[in-house]
């Protein structure tokens, strides 16, 4: 667990695969230990099995450490892809917010006529909420209606 700690990205996925191979043959030969200690002499059986049943336990806590290792390092990658595409994305809203505007001062338009524009659109958008509501009504009473 050490080696997974310090490995660099490329060596990353091949010590996680050793691990888990050396896991996996650890989970069989406990197998094998546990029939073995079930054949011991029944004073010794006991003792032999308490054992296996620890390294059952110590194993099982190494698998559980492999997987949120794995789960963090998961999520870590996936928040610097989100972050790499956020930081890549271009937010265009006001950049052509701008080129409209300098595009009716070349044509003339007066700032009254630019108010009165962008008062419509404010306006437009909440005519289009609510026709979306009012839509969506009509086909909640619809599938009502019908079934």
């Not at 052509?96 to 300098?102: E, G, N, S, V």
């Not at 009165?116 to 909440?126: G, M, S, T, V």
Request: proline content about 1%; hydrophobic content about 35%; overall charge positive.
């Amino acid at each position: 667990m050490g080696r997974l700690e310090t490995a660099d990205k490329q060596s990353l996925d091949l010590v996680e695969n050793e691990i888990q191979a050396s896991i996996d043959q650890i989970f069989s030969r406990l197998e094998r230990l546990e029939i073995l200690s079930s054949k011991e002499p029944p004073n010794k059986r006991q003792n032999a099995k308490l054992r296996v049943d620890q390294l059952k336990y110590d194993v099982q806590h190494l698998q559980t450490a492999l997987r949120n290792f794995q789960h963090q390092r998961y999520a870590r990658e996936q928040q610097e892809r989100q972050r790499e595409e956020l930081l890549s994305r271009t937010f265009t809203t006001n950049g052509t917010q701008k080129k409209i505007l300098d595009i009716a001062n070349m044509l003339g338009l007066s700032n009254t006529v630019m108010r009165l524009i962008e008062k419509r659109a404010f306006q437009d958008k909440y005519f289009m909420i609510g026709g979306m509501l009012l839509t969506c009504v009509v086909m909640f009473l619809v599938v009502q209606y019908l079934t």
